[in-house]
C-alpha cells in the first residue's frame, strides 16, 4: 500500500473492495441506514477533489497577496494569462475579441480559473490514491506559474516567488488534507479483525473525516478569494491613483477647435459625437493595467537618430501642448462593430520630438515600446508629415485613465490602434520595417494599416413603428474625412443622407436619413464616401490583416 512520510494512503483498488469479517460477510455498520465502509471508501474521490480545490485555491490567495510586494504582473493567473494571450493562435485572438469585445482579458482569467480548478480536482483525486501525485501536481502547478511570470518583459528573479510560495502553501494544505481523510480507512484495512462495533467506530470516523475536508476546503477557498481580492487590489492601486489626482494638466497652446452646433445629433440610439472616458473601447494585451508613476516615468527617445534623449513627466508638462478632437479605432472592429470612439486629447507633437532626435537616413519605422514590453510600429513619415500626432497627457479634460494609459501615450488620427496607439510608453525607438517587427506583425497582421473608410448603422436595430423613421449613424475616414453618407433600403435606389458638422477630418461624423417605413421586414444598408472620393468598398473582409471591410446592414422588423 503507497505511502507518505509514513502516513498510510489508500490505493484505488483498495478503496472499492469489500473488507470482510473474520466469517467471511461484508462488514456493515448501519444496516438500515446503508453506511459501509465501501461507500465511504468510494466517496473518497469526492473529498480528495475538495482537497485540490481548497489548497489550489489557497495557491492563488498566496500567490495574490506575494504579488503586492513583487507586482501584480508576477501572479500566476496573470503571467499564465500572459503567456497564454501571446502565443495563442491569432484566429482564437480574434474569436475571443468578437465574443467578448471589450471584456475579452475578463474571459481569459475566467477560464484560466475554470481550467485550474479541473486540474485541481484530478491533482486531488491522484493524490488519494498516491499522496505523491498529488505533490507532483502542486509542484507543476507552482513551477508553470514561476516560469511564465519570470519570462515576462522586465520581469527580475522575485516574479517567481508568487508562485513558488503559493504552491507551498497549497503542498501543505493538501497533504495534511488527504491524511486526514485516508488516514482513518488505512488504519482500518490494516486490522487483522473486525467486529460490528468496529466497523461502525470506522465508518464514524471516515464520515467526520470527510466533513473536515468539506469544512477546510471550503473555508480555504472563501479566505483565499478574500486574500486574493485584496492583494490583486493592493497590488494594482497603490499610490498610482491618488497620482493620478495629483496631476494638473497645462492649459494648451493649441486649443481644440469648437465643437460646431448639430456635431451631435442626439438621436436615441445614435453614438455621441464625444465618448465618455467610461465608455470608451479599450482593447489590450495587458492583463493588469500597468501602474505607472508619473514622478519615476521616463521617455527614451533613441535608436536610428542623430541624438538620443530622455524626458521626465515634469519635462513633457513644461512643453507646449496640442489639444485636438481625434477619433480612434481598432483593427479589430468588425464592419458596424463599436470598438471606436472619440475623445478629446491634450499632449505633445510627437513630430516636435522626432525633429529634435533627428532621424537618420532609413530610419522608417518609430517603435514605440510600453511599461509592459508591449511595441507597436508607426511610418517614420506619418509622425512627420504635420497630422496631429500626439504623445497625450490628457483625455476628455482629465489626466489619461489608468486603463487609457496613464501617464503618457500616443495617438496618432488615420491609423489602426495596433501600429499607433502605444499605451504606458516609455519608448520612442527610431528603427526600420525592414529590421524589427512589433508584437502584432509576426502573428499575422500588416506593418503599415491606415484606418479604411467606414460607416455603421446605430439607429433603428430590431423594431420600427410604420411611418417616418429617422436612420442615423455615425461614418469614418480619420485624417481624409467623410463627404458622403448613403442609405438603401432593401435592394432599392441610393439616397444620400444629412451629415452632422464635424470638428476636423480626423474625427468621425454623424449622418442621418428620414425613412417612410412600410410594414414588414426591411434591411437597410449604409455606406461612406471620403473627401478622396473613394467609396467604402462592398466586398467584405475579416479584420485580419489590416482592418474589416464590407457594407454594414441592419434587419428592421416595421410594424
Given at each position: 500500500m503507497p505511502s507518505f512520510a509514513g502516513v498510510g494512503v489508500v490505493d484505488h483498488e483498495v478503496a472499492v473492495r469489500e473488507s470482510a469479517c473474520p466469517h467471511g460477510q461484508p462488514i456493515v455498520a448501519n444496516p438500515s441506514s446503508g453506511h459501509t465502509l465501501d461507500a465511504v471508501r468510494k466517496g473518497l474521490a469526492t473529498s480528495g477533489a475538495l482537497a485540490g480545490v481548497g489548497s489550489a485555491a489557497v495557491a492563488l490567495g498566496v500567490a495574490e497577496l506575494v504579488a503586492v510586494a513583487t507586482g501584480p504582473r508576477s501572479a500566476p493567473i496573470v503571467a499564465v494569462g500572459g503567456v497564454v494571450v501571446d502565443s495563442v493562435p491569432e484566429p482564437v485572438k480574434q474569436f475571443a475579441i468578437d465574443v467578448f469585445g471589450v471584456h475579452d482579458k475578463t474571459a481569459l482569467q475566467i477560464g484560466t480559473v475554470v481550467l485550474l480548478v479541473a486540474f485541481a480536482v484530478a491533482i486531488g483525486v491522484a493524490a488519494v490514491r498516491a499522496i505523491w501525485y498529488g505533490v507532483a501536481g502542486v509542484a507543476l502547478f507552482g513551477l508553470i506559474g514561476a516560469v511564465a511570470a519570470v519570462t515576462r518583459y522586465d520581469a527580475g528573479a522575485q516574479a517567481v516567488l508568487p508562485s513558488l510560495l503559493g504552491a507551498v502553501a497549497a503542498g501543505l494544505l493538501l497533504v495534511t488534507l488527504i491524511r486526514r481523510v485516508t488516514g482513518p480507512l488505512a488504519a482500518q484495512e490494516t486490522r487483522d479483525t473486525d467486529t460490528d462495533t468496529d466497523a461502525e467506530a470506522d465508518v464514524a470516523e471516515l464520515e467526520f473525516a470527510r466533513r473536515q475536508v468539506l469544512t477546510a476546503a471550503l473555508g480555504a477557498v472563501g479566505l483565499s478569494a478574500v486574500a486574493g481580492l485584496a492583494g490583486r487590489w493592493l497590488s494594482t492601486r497603490r499610490d498610482i491613483a491618488q497620482a493620478r489626482a495629483a496631476v494638473a494638466l497645462p492649459a494648451p497652446a493649441s486649443?481644440?477647435?469648437?465643437?460646431?452646433?448639430?456635431?451631435?445629433?442626439?438621436?436615441?440610439?445614435?453614438?455621441?459625437?464625444?465618448?465618455?472616458?467610461?465608455?470608451?473601447?479599450?482593447?489590450?494585451?495587458?492583463?493588469?493595467?500597468?501602474?505607472?508613476?508619473?514622478?519615476?516615468?521616463?521617455?527614451?527617445?533613441?535608436?536610428?537618430?542623430?541624438?538620443?534623449?530622455?524626458?521626465?513627466?515634469?519635462?513633457?508638462?513644461r512643453r507646449p501642448m496640442v489639444e485636438r478632437y481625434i477619433t480612434l479605432a481598432c483593427v479589430s472592429n468588425e464592419v458596424g462593430g463599436d470598438l471606436i470612439g472619440n475623445a478629446r486629447w491634450l499632449g505633445v507633437p510627437v513630430k516636435d520630438l522626432l525633429d529634435e532626435a533627428g532621424p537618420l537616413p532609413g530610419a522608417d519605422q518609430v517603435v514605440s515600446r510600453s511599461a509592459d514590453g508591449w511595441t507597436c510600429g508607426t511610418p517614420t513619415a506619418v509622425l512627420l508629415d504635420g497630422r496631429d500626432a500626439l504623445l497625450a497627457i490628457g483625455m476628455n479634460g482629465e489626466p489619461l485613465p489608468l486603463e487609457h494609459g496613464f501617464p503618457v501615450r500616443m495617438v496618432v488620427p488615420g491609423l489602426y490602434g495596433y501600429v499607433s496607439a502605444c499605451k504606458w510608453i516609455t519608448e520612442l525607438e527610431l528603427s526600420s520595417f525592414q529590421d524589427f517587427d512589433a508584437y502584432w506583425v509576426p502573428r499575422g497582421w500588416a506593418p503599415q494599416a491606415p484606418i479604411k473608410t467606414q460607416s455603421r448603422i446605430d439607429t433603428p436595430r430590431g423594431k420600427a413603428a410604420a411611418g417616418t423613421v429617422t436612420v442615423a449613424g455615425v461614418a469614418w475616414a480619420q485624417h481624409r474625412g467623410i463627404d458622403k453618407v448613403e442609405v438603401r433600403v432593401d435592394d432599392g435606389p441610393w439616397q444620400t443622407a444629412t451629415l452632422a458638422g464635424t470638428v476636423s477630418?480626423?474625427?468621425?461624423?454623424?449622418?442621418?436619413?428620414?425613412?417612410?417605413?412600410?410594414?414588414?421586414?426591411?434591411?437597410?444598408?449604409?455606406?461612406?464616401?471620403?473627401?478622396?472620393?473613394?467609396?467604402?468598398?462592398?466586398?467584405?473582409?475579416?479584420?485580419?490583416?489590416?482592418?474589416?471591410?464590407?457594407?454594414?446592414?441592419?434587419?428592421?422588423?416595421?410594424?
Amino acid at each position: 500500500m503507497p505511502s507518505f512520510a509514513g502516513v498510510g494512503v489508500v490505493d484505488h483498488e483498495v478503496a472499492v473492495r469489500e473488507s470482510a469479517c473474520p466469517h467471511g460477510q461484508p462488514i456493515v455498520a448501519n444496516p438500515s441506514s446503508g453506511h459501509t465502509l465501501d461507500a465511504v471508501r468510494k466517496g473518497l474521490a469526492t473529498s480528495g477533489a475538495l482537497a485540490g480545490v481548497g489548497s489550489a485555491a489557497v495557491a492563488l490567495g498566496v500567490a495574490e497577496l506575494v504579488a503586492v510586494a513583487t507586482g501584480p504582473r508576477s501572479a500566476p493567473i496573470v503571467a499564465v494569462g500572459g503567456v497564454v494571450v501571446d502565443s495563442v493562435p491569432e484566429p482564437v485572438k480574434q474569436f475571443a475579441i468578437d465574443v467578448f469585445g471589450v471584456h475579452d482579458k475578463t474571459a481569459l482569467q475566467i477560464g484560466t480559473v475554470v481550467l485550474l480548478v479541473a486540474f485541481a480536482v484530478a491533482i486531488g483525486v491522484a493524490a488519494v490514491r498516491a499522496i505523491w501525485y498529488g505533490v507532483a501536481g502542486v509542484a507543476l502547478f507552482g513551477l508553470i506559474g514561476a516560469v511564465a511570470a519570470v519570462t515576462r518583459y522586465d520581469a527580475g528573479a522575485q516574479a517567481v516567488l508568487p508562485s513558488l510560495l503559493g504552491a507551498v502553501a497549497a503542498g501543505l494544505l493538501l497533504v495534511t488534507l488527504i491524511r486526514r481523510v485516508t488516514g482513518p480507512l488505512a488504519a482500518q484495512e490494516t486490522r487483522d479483525t473486525d467486529t460490528d462495533t468496529d466497523a461502525e467506530a470506522d465508518v464514524a470516523e471516515l464520515e467526520f473525516a470527510r466533513r473536515q475536508v468539506l469544512t477546510a476546503a471550503l473555508g480555504a477557498v472563501g479566505l483565499s478569494a478574500v486574500a486574493g481580492l485584496a492583494g490583486r487590489w493592493l497590488s494594482t492601486r497603490r499610490d498610482i491613483a491618488q497620482a493620478r489626482a495629483a496631476v494638473a494638466l497645462p492649459a494648451p497652446a493649441s486649443p481644440a477647435p469648437a465643437v460646431p452646433a448639430g456635431a451631435d445629433l442626439k438621436v436615441s440610439g445614435l453614438a455621441s459625437y464625444v465618448t465618455g472616458n467610461d465608455d470608451f473601447y479599450r482593447i489590450d494585451t495587458a492583463l493588469v493595467v500597468p501602474r505607472v508613476d508619473p514622478d519615476t516615468w521616463q521617455l527614451r527617445i533613441h535608436g536610428r537618430v542623430r541624438s538620443s534623449f530622455t524626458l521626465t513627466f515634469d519635462d513633457l508638462l513644461r512643453r507646449p501642448m496640442v489639444e485636438r478632437y481625434i477619433t480612434l479605432a481598432c483593427v479589430s472592429n468588425e464592419v458596424g462593430g463599436d470598438l471606436i470612439g472619440n475623445a478629446r486629447w491634450l499632449g505633445v507633437p510627437v513630430k516636435d520630438l522626432l525633429d529634435e532626435a533627428g532621424p537618420l537616413p532609413g530610419a522608417d519605422q518609430v517603435v514605440s515600446r510600453s511599461a509592459d514590453g508591449w511595441t507597436c510600429g508607426t511610418p517614420t513619415a506619418v509622425l512627420l508629415d504635420g497630422r496631429d500626432a500626439l504623445l497625450a497627457i490628457g483625455m476628455n479634460g482629465e489626466p489619461l485613465p489608468l486603463e487609457h494609459g496613464f501617464p503618457v501615450r500616443m495617438v496618432v488620427p488615420g491609423l489602426y490602434g495596433y501600429v499607433s496607439a502605444c499605451k504606458w510608453i516609455t519608448e520612442l525607438e527610431l528603427s526600420s520595417f525592414q529590421d524589427f517587427d512589433a508584437y502584432w506583425v509576426p502573428r499575422g497582421w500588416a506593418p503599415q494599416a491606415p484606418i479604411k473608410t467606414q460607416s455603421r448603422i446605430d439607429t433603428p436595430r430590431g423594431k420600427a413603428a410604420a411611418g417616418t423613421v429617422t436612420v442615423a449613424g455615425v461614418a469614418w475616414a480619420q485624417h481624409r474625412g467623410i463627404d458622403k453618407v448613403e442609405v438603401r433600403v432593401d435592394d432599392g435606389p441610393w439616397q444620400t443622407a444629412t451629415l452632422a458638422g464635424t470638428v476636423s477630418v480626423d474625427t468621425w461624423r454623424q449622418w442621418y436619413w428620414r425613412w417612410q417605413a412600410t410594414s414588414g421586414k426591411h434591411t437597410l444598408t449604409v455606406r461612406a464616401t471620403d473627401s478622396t472620393g473613394a467609396t467604402q468598398t462592398e466586398r467584405e473582409a475579416p479584420p485580419a490583416p489590416d482592418g474589416a471591410t464590407g457594407w454594414h446592414s441592419v434587419t428592421v422588423e416595421v410594424e
